[in-house]
């Protein structure tokens, strides 16, 4: 049996902001769709990088993370696609007290809202060639975003830095995250 993938079926039975519960969808695999997502979060169909927002905010919230592969995933569908590094990448930072102390807010450029906290955790991981480092939010799931390069430059003007450690660290919902090492 061939599939097709319709976007708006999809688009049309998904909620704006509502991220579905996908542990109990079960569907076999349908194939593979040519979506690409980008170092830099952009979301590209047969090449083409989609211009209507709305479409990459609603499949990243039907993505999910099988072993290496990403899927996009409806109850009765699961379509592989491809992602060059990770699926999210954060774009805007907002802080706010709290009784905790600070929060750390993040959004990607597909609108997911997460606040750096234990479940949302910063990892770094090193460029091979320049040995710069690349932070990373987990999001879900298993997914990771990375946080672009002007967001972590705004990170590091609110770091702590620890001599003893000779480290940057921010510190967010109680919880301190290493930024990088000096």
């Given at each position: 049996m061939t599939h097709t993938f319709d976007f708006d079926k999809i688009l049309g039975d998904l909620k704006a902001n509502d991220l579905p519960n996908m542990d109990s969808w079960q569907p076999q695999l349908s194939g593979d769709i040519d979506i690409h997502i980008d170092a830099q979060g952009i979301w590209r169909h047969e090449g083409t990088e989609f211009k209507r927002l709305q479409i990459p905010k609603m499949f990243a919230r039907i993505l999910c993370r099988?072993?290496?592969?990403?899927?996009?995933?409806?109850?009765?569908?699961?379509?592989?696609?491809?992602?060059?590094?990770?699926?999210?990448?954060?774009?805007?930072?907002q802080t706010k007290e709290t009784a905790q102390g600070v929060e750390i807010t993040l959004v990607s450029s597909t609108q997911d809202i997460i606040t750096i906290n234990g479940e949302h955790g910063i990892k770094l991981s090193n460029d091979s060639l320049t040995n710069e480092p690349f932070p990373y939010v987990h999001v879900r799931g298993g997914m990771y975003g990375k946080l672009s390069r002007n967001l972590y430059y705004e990170l590091v003007n609110m770091a702590i830095v620890d001599e003893q450690q000779q480290a940057l660290y921010i510190d967010s919902a109680g919880q301190r995250f290493l930024l990088g090492k000096f």
């Amino acid at each position: 049996m061939t599939h097709t993938f319709d976007f708006d079926k999809i688009l049309g039975d998904l909620k704006a902001n509502d991220l579905p519960n996908m542990d109990s969808w079960q569907p076999q695999l349908s194939g593979d769709i040519d979506i690409h997502i980008d170092a830099q979060g952009i979301w590209r169909h047969e090449g083409t990088e989609f211009k209507r927002l709305q479409i990459p905010k609603m499949f990243a919230r039907i993505l999910c993370r099988e072993g290496d592969d990403y899927f996009l995933k409806t109850p009765v569908e699961k379509w592989r696609i491809q992602v060059a590094d990770v699926p999210f990448y954060f774009i805007h930072l907002q802080t706010k007290e709290t009784a905790q102390g600070v929060e750390i807010t993040l959004v990607s450029s597909t609108q997911d809202i997460i606040t750096i906290n234990g479940e949302h955790g910063i990892k770094l991981s090193n460029d091979s060639l320049t040995n710069e480092p690349f932070p990373y939010v987990h999001v879900r799931g298993g997914m990771y975003g990375k946080l672009s390069r002007n967001l972590y430059y705004e990170l590091v003007n609110m770091a702590i830095v620890d001599e003893q450690q000779q480290a940057l660290y921010i510190d967010s919902a109680g919880q301190r995250f290493l930024l990088g090492k000096f």
